[in-house]
């Protein structure tokens, strides 16, 4: 009779970056964080902590609320139309990355893609010219998710912790390996 093979049990190495979905404010033709008002100038941003409690580097911390926020699954359609300086779209991250119930947050982020209003007009055209600035897309909503997959990876349910209300649910957050992207250097923003 044969032994069966035991099979290695290895953690992904997650080489590149991780797809995520938020919102922006549109301001002064750049987007800004909707509750911090941290603003994107550029396509990347570096997460940075002021609360003083730990090293401003180290972030997200796990005893802290730092860190650049993105959810896995992209905004409902109708998210950003009812105001009119909410805009949708997708990131990767890369570096340190705490995975939460609906989403993580990380110490880098790349803009990939802008959402387009469903409407047209002004808004419209504005998110245009900055997807143009930002050398970003700007696409339907619909096709958001898919071009955001051909720049990194979604990161698979099983890497997620379970909401509160699911069976097996924890309300603690899972840290990630530091994860690097090829396009990460001199263009990283503190922020």
Known sequence: MSQPHAVPVTAPDLIDPVVGFRQWRLADEHLESLYTHVCWEGPELRASCGSGGHDSSDSPAPSC???IYAYYDPCPRTASAGTRDFVAGAVVLWGHIEVHA?????QCARVVALELPVSRGRKRLEVRRLAERLGVVAVPHRALAATAYQQGLRLDRSMRPRRQFERGGSARPWRLPRM???FVGAGARRG
């Open 65 to 67: 609320s730092c860190g």
């Open 102 to 106: 609906v989403g993580m947050r990380a």
């Open 180 to 182: 690097t992207a090829p």
